[in-house]
């Protein structure tokens, strides 16, 4: 079975730190692409950092600078580094391996991980 397994989101104050991790099993883990989304209530799903089987990283623009975005192909692990928390990054955030022909929504997701920050 495909599984993918968030872990790493709490409660933090504005101007805060957190990292995501993300543990992948049942895929062939380094020719995907992952990719970090989140959902904040009444809001639609949004990416918000992806990266290549080859290390190569896309961000939104409302992260971009903030986040970073990196994968241990050995652990089969992604993270997502969030610094400079603001309270609009409260949101559920997903892991998401994206199917390659299809994308994201016909691929695999985890449970989420609710990340709520302060002001």
């Known amino acids: 079975q495909v599984q993918l397994v968030e872990s790493g989101g709490g409660l933090v104050q504005a101007g805060g730190s957190l990292r995501l991790t993300c543990a992948a099993s049942?895929?062939?883990?380094?020719?995907?692409?992952m990719g970090w989304y989140r959902q904040a209530p009444g809001k639609q799903r949004e990416l918000v950092a992806s990266?290549?089987?080859?290390?190569?990283?896309n961000y939104a623009d409302s992260v971009k600078g903030r986040f970073t975005i990196s994968r241990d192909n050995a652990k089969n692990t992604v993270y997502l580094v969030m610094n400079s928390l603001k309270p609009e990054d409260t949101a559920v955030y997903y892991c998401?391996?994206?199917?390659?022909?299809?994308?994201?929504?016909?691929?695999?997701w985890g449970q989420g991980t609710q990340v709520t920050v302060s002001s």
């Open positions: 998401n391996a994206p199917h390659p022909w299809f994308g994201a929504k016909s691929g695999y």
């Open positions: 049942g895929i062939i883990f380094r020719i995907y692409t």
């Open positions: 990266i290549t089987s080859d290390g190569n990283t």
